[in-house]
């Protein structure tokens, strides 16, 4: 059974920082690129960051670079989104995605997402 499970989200002040996790299991984890996106309401969900299958290369998004850090850790199954210098506007629902194409089909899966709210 594929199970992507976040955890880490909160409630923190202006300026302060949060560490998601998000742990997989159920699939090759290491043979899948994964990417934290997020949500806030009335919004589409958009791209937070990205990495990939080997953890060479990472993503961001515009608002989120030198803030955000993605990394991860084969060994654990784990994906993790550090966040620094948290914004009001940074509320929002945080999903893990893991993504392979393997054979010309793409497998895609979504984790439930952790919630974050930032506010003093």
């Known amino acids: 059974q594929v199970q992507l499970v976040e955890s880490g989200g909160g409630l923190v002040q202006p300026g302060g920082s949060l560490r998601l996790a998000c742990a997989a299991s159920g699939f090759a984890f290491r043979s899948y690129a994964m990417s934290w996106y997020r949500q806030a309401p009335g919004n589409e969900r958009e791209l937070v960051a990205a990495i990939t299958s080997g953890g060479d290369s990472t993503n961001y998004a515009d608002s989120m670079k030198g803030r955000f850090t993605i990394s991860r850790d084969d060994a654990k199954n784990t994906v993790y989104l550090q966040m620094n210098s948290l914004k009001p506007e940074d509320t929002a629902v945080y999903y893990c995605?893991?993504?392979?194409?393997?054979?010309?089909?793409?497998?895609?899966?979504w984790g439930q997402g952790t919630q974050v709210t930032v506010s003093s």
């Open positions: 995605k893991a993504i392979r194409l393997q054979f010309g089909t793409v497998y895609t899966y």
